[in-house]
């Protein structure tokens, strides 16, 4: 369902975070009380979800986000320049292929879309890449015209626990990890899911996606 409103919008992210950190905690919970012959299996059949979660949350929040600006229907010179590159980039990798003859009409395209009206979700325009460490994150960020920078002191986590750990264990490698850091894992993964969420919701509640 398309979010026309602010309240809207902040009710299908929470819902979404919701569900996700429910599920994450139900899975903690069942490796903490699996008998030991079992623990080491669930612990890291866990790791992935996890890793599933924060990369899903970030992909569906971002998507919904990019969705909420849409409805609103507003002439990209007063957005973000972000969201002109949105609109933009097909046009400039066209550019770096054609004739000059081309290029001049692309370039006129370029500064006309300026004054177009922003109607497109650019869905596809977001990529975890399958693979959401520090740099896609940032890279979002960017594009989402979203404060990176609070992402940063959690880089170490996001690439060498969530991604790194979550290939290991995707590879079959002989990867596991105790209790205590499954549950610092999934607490350090909602944290930072929050940082995402927090970070949507204030920016369409406060049209921070405008100049």
């Not at 080491?40 to 924060?54: C, D, K, L, N």
Request: aromatic residues 10%.
């Amino acid at each position: 369902m398309i979010a026309f409103n602010i309240d809207q919008f902040e009710s299908q992210i929470e819902d979404d975070f919701t569900w996700r950190i429910k599920e994450m905690s139900t899975l903690v919970t069942c490796a903490q009380v699996a008998e030991n012959k079992d623990k080491s299996a669930i612990i890291r059949s866990t790791i992935p979800i996890i890793y599933a979660h924060w990369e899903g949350f970030v992909k569906f929040s971002a998507e919904k986000y990019l969705e909420y600006i849409s409805t609103k229907r507003m002439k990209y010179r007063n957005l973000k320049s972000s969201f002109i590159y949105l609109a933009v980039d097909g046009t400039c990798k066209e550019i770096q292929h054609s004739s000059p003859k081309r290029k001049i009409e692309l370039i006129w395209d370029i500064i006309a879309s300026v004054d177009k009206t922003n109607k497109d979700r650019h869905n596809k325009k977001i990529s975890t890449k399958s693979n959401l460490r520090f740099d896609v994150l940032e890279e979002i960020c960017v594009i989402l015209s979203l404060h990176h920078d609070e992402f940063k002191q959690y880089e170490h986590f996001i690439n060498s626990d969530l991604c790194d750990g979550r290939n290991r264990v995707a590879h079959g490698r002989n990867f596991t990890v105790d209790i205590d850091r499954l549950k610092f894992i999934r607490d350090k993964s909602v944290e930072i899911m929050r940082i995402f969420k927090n970070q949507t919701i204030n920016s369409a509640a406060t049209n921070g996606f405008t100049v």
